[in-house]
Structure formats: structure tokens, C-alpha cells
């Protein structure tokens, strides 16, 4: 049975933008103004304090490691802050050697390795909208690794460079879910699939998304009755069921008709419609704009 999440990631195509040192040392502070694509950091030595927008401050220290699924406005600061300084990450220049805070003269109190990647589909809301805006997790070494790794192949230019970091990514990003404990899961997949009797009705939809699924049956596949599993699910994933399939559908939608080749009327039948009229319908409500558009203009 299909694995939602690998689905979904899958779909989105990651891939590594930028992967840097980051280091401080003394009284200093960060102001990054909202960015949008996801972002990442783990924690090699010393601590700091991170204060998301819209979230309690936190503490790092070794081992931790952070993903921001949309990387809204932060601040980074040394435990006693100095003045903040603000960056704009979408002008900002990689600086050689990584980035340094604080004062520059001197060994690093704070070091830590952070970047951000981006998608090659345009669809990087649908992994946002699944996950909380801050994930914060302690003591994966596996983690930490991974963020390494990422460094280490980032600086290189050498043959399949890009190939081994969008499979890194790609396990980062796993690994990163699986990670996170299922009671700090905002709604959403997440959360959805970690309630025993929604996760096979997650599975079950996601491995046959063509399906003329109606809530009766997910409830069935649940082992739960249709009004119980209505309210379990708008609770635990954010949606109502067929509200959810709707939007996995054009999740698919969207990238096979990026991807060219088929007919239109091959393309609504893989994503559970009865005819071409229908789809292209349902597709202009939901995207705002009809398949043919959509596919000429590259989504």
C-alpha cells in the first residue's frame, strides 16, 4: 500500500539550494525576514535562542535540529542577546566560509550548519500545510548526520553532486517526519496518520486516489461509522475527507499535466473522473485556471 508521505514528497521534487556554516561568538542577534521555502538547521556546539513568528521561544544546544516547512520571519540570538541585525534571505549572499555572528575575532562559542532547499514543482505549500510551522527535535543523531552530509556534499562540485543531494534531502526530510512525535503534530497528514484507525483510510486513498471513494467507504476501511470518522477526520487532518481527496487529486492532476504525454481525458481518468468535461471543471474551481493553460504555461 502506497506511503503517503514518500508520495508527497516525491511529488514536490526537493532539492538543496544552499547548505552553510553558521557560526557566533559573543553578544549577537539575527532578525531573517519571512522567506517562504523550507528551511533547516542542526546544532553542533554551544547554544542560542530561536524564536519563530508565531511560536514560544527555544533553546538549541547540541544535537538538536529545526526545520521550518515555510521559514516565516525569526530571530537567532547568543544566549545574552546582542543587537539585532536584520537579513532579507532572499538578497542575502553566500558569504565564503559560511556565516558569522557576533564577534569575528576568536574561536566560535556557537556553530551549527543551516540551509534551505526549495522544490522543482511550484506546489510547496502542500508540505506546509501538512506539518507545524516549527519542527524542533532533540537528540537524532541521525539527524545530525544528514545535515552534515548535506554541508560536506554541498561544497563539492564533483560528478552526481546534485543527484546524491536531492536523495539526501529527500531522507532528511523523512527521517525528520518520522522524528517528530505524534502529539506536537499541528493537523494535518502527520497527525492523520498517526491515529491507528485514519492511517489505513490515509493509505488506502493515497494508493488508489482513481477510486470513486465516498466518506461511507473510508469510514469502512477506518472500522468506524461515517459520522465518527467525519469528525475524527476534520479533526486530526484539517480537512473533511473528500475535501482532502479533492486536493491530492489535483496534487496529481497538476503534475501529470506537467509532465506531458497524456490526453486529458487520460489524465482525469488516473485521478477518478468519469470524463474529460468533468475534470477540467473541477480543476479550474480548484487551481483557477483550466488544464490546457495550466499545462502550456508549465503550472
Same mark, same amino acid.
Given at each position: 500500500m502506497a506511503d503517503p508521505l514518500s508520495q508527497i514528497i516525491g511529488l514536490l521534487q526537493p532539492r538543496t539550494v544552499v547548505s552553510k556554516d553558521i557560526t557566533g561568538a559573543g553578544d549577537w542577534g539575527v532578525a531573517y525576514d519571512d522567506f517562504g521555502k523550507p528551511s533547516f538547521c542542526a546544532m553542533m556546539k554551544g547554544e542560542c535562542r530561536l524564536r519563530v513568528s508565531g511560536t514560544s521561544e527555544v533553546w538549541l544546544r547540541p544535537g538538536d535540529f529545526v526545520l521550518l516547512p515555510a521559514t516565516p520571519n525569526f530571530t537567532l540570538c547568543s544566549p545574552e542577546p546582542g543587537p539585532l541585525r536584520r537579513i532579507s534571505p532572499a538578497i542575502a549572499q553566500p558569504m565564503p566560509g559560511g556565516m558569522r555572528h557576533g564577534r569575528a575575532e576568536g574561536p566560535a562559542e556557537m556553530e551549527m550548519v543551516g540551509g534551505y532547499f526549495e522544490f522543482a514543482t511550484p506546489d510547496a505549500r502542500l508540505l506546509a500545510a501538512l506539518l507545524p510551522q516549527m519542527i524542533h527535535i532533540r537528540g537524532e543523531? @541521525? =539527524?545530525?548526520?544528514?545535515? @552534515?552530509? =548535506?554541508?560536506?556534499?554541498? #561544497?563539492? #562540485?564533483? #560528478?552526481?553532486?546534485?543527484l546524491v543531494l536531492v536523495r539526501l534531502v529527500e531522507i532528511l526530510l523523512i527521517q525528520a517526519l518520522r522524528a517528530l512525535p505524534d502529539q506536537s503534530a499541528a493537523p494535518g497528514l502527520l497527525r492523520g496518520l498517526a491515529d491507528l484507525r485514519l492511517a489505513p483510510a490515509l493509505r488506502a486513498l493515497h494508493d488508489d486516489a482513481a477510486r470513486d471513494w465516498t466518506v461511507r467507504d473510508l469510514a469502512a476501511v477506518a472500522g468506524l461509522s461515517r459520522s465518527a470518522f467525519f469528525q475524527r477526520f476534520l479533526t486530526r487532518v484539517g480537512l473533511p475527507p473528500m475535501e482532502y481527496l479533492l486536493s491530492w487529486r489535483m496534487a496529481l492532476a497538476k503534475d501529470l499535466l506537467r509532465r506531458g504525454g497524456l490526453a486529458l481525458e487520460r489524465v482525469a481518468e488516473q485521478v477518478g473522473y468519469g470524463s474529460a468535461a468533468s475534470f477540467s471543471a473541477a480543476f479550474t474551481r480548484h487551481v483557477g485556471q483550466a488544464p490546457g493553460r495550466f499545462s502550456r504555461q508549465g503550472g
Open positions: 543523531a @541521525r =539527524l545530525t548526520d544528514l545535515v @552534515r552530509m =548535506l554541508g560536506e556534499e554541498a #561544497s563539492q #562540485s564533483g #560528478s552526481g553532486t546534485d
